[in-house]
């Protein structure tokens, strides 16, 4: 099997990603550097960035999480912390979280062992919509929305043009629905930071046509057939 379909099948990158990554030197094939076409086999020792590649299972699986806040989103934690994998069946191959929610943040995080489809949700040229509610402190009105709306600057860029709505305000908080195709760090809290807005509550509740409805805190279902199939064609 050629190197870079090699890569994306064991969820390191899409095969183009991977081509990139052979091009700069990064992948060793038997301890040397890897060229790229290269074919690969099953007795073959693969080095990316010098650490032993672990093959995943072959067969693609794909999960949906309703991720409970206070519980970090990472594959393994040094610390011995609880991870989101800990919540996950048990019997599950050795899958990975498609982009990450923060520690504090609850609601859909989907996994799989299918690097292609991972890359293509979180690359934002994809421009997948993620729905969040978000619970701020204090009254606002939605003229208070329109920055949000426009774009604010987070680390010297703007973020896009994206949808937001009050779903319910009063004294004490407001309730908003924010969609952005964008993923960066810490956007939603950071983009509400930079209008003076602290976040009170996150939850990630839509990814596409996507949600967790269904699914209590913490709990995990594999997708179906017509979800994988609807996220392929996204
Ligand atoms: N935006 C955030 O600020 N945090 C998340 O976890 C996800 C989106």
Do not use: W
Not at 158 to 174: D, G, P, Q, S
Not at 175 to 198: D, S, W
């Amino acid at each position: 099997m050629r190197i870079n379909k090699f890569l994306a099948e064991n969820g390191i990158a899409s095969r183009r990603h991977a081509d990139g990554m052979v091009s700069a030197g990064r992948v060793k094939i038997n301890g040397r550097v890897a060229v790229l076409g290269e074919d690969v086999g099953e007795e073959d020792e693969i080095l990316v960035d010098d650490k032993p590649l672990v093959r995943a299972e072959k067969k693609p699986e794909y999960y949906i999480m309703n991720k409970p806040k206070g519980i970090i989103c990472t594959v393994s934690d040094d610390r011995g912390r609880k991870t989101v994998m800990d919540l996950l069946p048990e019997g599950a191959g050795r899958v990975f979280p498609v982009g990450r929610l923060d520690y504090a943040t609850e609601g859909l995080l989907l996994f799989t062992n299918d690097g292609e489809l991972a890359y293509r949700l979180t690359n934002p040229k994809s421009e997948i919509p993620k729905t969040y509610l978000v619970r701020l402190e204090g009254t606002m009105t939605e003229k208070d929305l329109n920055p949000i709306r426009s774009g604010v600057e987070l680390d010297g860029v703007m973020t896009k043009k994206c949808r937001a709505h009050i779903v319910e305000t009063n004294k004490l908080y407001t309730k908003v629905h924010i969609t952005i195709t964008e993923g960066k760090n810490r956007q939603v809290r950071r983009m509400f930071e930079a209008i003076g807005k602290n976040v009170e509550f996150l939850k990630r509740i839509r990814l596409g046509d996507l949600t967790v409805s269904g699914l209590d805190r913490g709990e995990v279902r594999p997708l179906t057939e017509e979800e994988v199939a609807y996220l392929k064609n996204l």
